[in-house]
C-alpha cells in the first residue's frame, strides 16, 4: 500500500514471519522521523525503501488514522512544504488523471 501524507511517500507491508507486524517503508529517513517521531528507525542498504519501522497493526493503523484526524486543509498539495516533493505529487497527480480517467 502507497499512502501520501503532506510529509511524504511511505510504502506499507506486512512481515515476511509476522503477520501482526507492518513494514512502514520511506526512502528519505526524514519521512519516517516526521511521522514516527522517537522510533527505531532501520537501514536497509540494497533494498528498494531505504528506511523502515516496523509496528504492530494497530499502531500503524493509530498513526494514519491520526494522519486523517488533522488534516487541516483544503488543497492538499498546497500543504507540502517540501518543494521536491510537492513536484512529485503534482506528477502523480497529472499521471494518473491521464491513466485512471475514464473516458
Do not use: W
Not at 16 to 23: A, G, I, S, T
Request: hydrophobic share 40%; net charge negative.
Amino acid at each position: 500500500m502507497f499512502i501520501f501524507t503532506n510529509e511524504g511517500l511511505f510504502s506499507i507491508a506486512r512481515d515476511q514471519d509476522n503477520n501482526e507486524l507492518l513494514h512502514v517503508r520511506a526512502r528519505r529517513i526524514e519521512d519516517l522521523r516526521s511521522l514516527f517521531p522517537g522510533k527505531e528507525i532501520q537501514l536497509t542498504p540494497g533494498r528498494d525503501y531505504r528506511y523502515r519501522v516496523i509496528l504492530s497493526r494497530a499502531e500503524a493503523a493509530r498513526t494514519f488514522a491520526n494522519e486523517i484526524m488533522s488534516i487541516d486543509y483544503t488543497e492538499f498539495e498546497r500543504s507540502i512544504r517540501d518543494i521536491d516533493f510537492r513536484v512529485l505529487c503534482k506528477q502523480v497527480r497529472e499521471l494518473a488523471k491521464d491513466e485512471l480517467t475514464e473516458d
